[in-house]
Nanobody
Framework: QAQVVESGGGLVQAGGSLRLSCAASGSRFSITTMAWYRQAPGKERDLVAI???????NYADSVKGRFTISRDNTEKTVYLQMNSLRPEDTAVYYC????????????????WGQGTLVTVSS
């Protein structure tokens, strides 16, 4: 059974930086899209950044110019570099991965990580 595991969350002061990592492991599958979502207390889970298999990226307006998403296809890992953090970035950050698995790589699969808490103090 495949799984994704995030790391890198923590407490940081406003203006600081953190780097989140998410590694996919387990059953054989090819990854198509990797993304980061976040959910603040009492709010819905929102897309923060996405990186596709061709390397194209998109960001939520609130993080453009401050966050950078990247991936290492060999290691099946996605990163989120977060700079100039603000208190409103405080949330649980979730990694999302989709792709194709099975013996013939024809079965669509998607996985969510367990979440990692990022707290930005003012």
């Amino acid at each position: 059974q495949a799984q994704v595991v995030e790391s890198g969350g923590g407490l940081v002061q406003a203006g600081g930086s953190l780097r989140l990592s998410c590694a996919a492991s387990g059953s054989r599958f090819s990854i198509t899209t990797m993304a980061w979502y976040r959910q603040a207390p009492g709010k819905e889970r929102d897309l923060v950044a996405i990186i596709r298999s061709d390397g194209t990226t998109n960001y939520a307006d609130s993080v453009k110019g401050r966050f950078t998403i990247s991936r290492d296809n060999t290691e099946k890992t996605v990163y989120l570099q977060m700079n100039s953090l603000r208190p409103e970035d405080t949330a649980v950050y979730y990694c999302y991965v989709n792709g194709y698995g099975g013996d013939w790589f024809d079965r669509y699969v998607e996985f969510w990580g367990q979440g990692t808490l990022v707290t930005v103090s003012s």
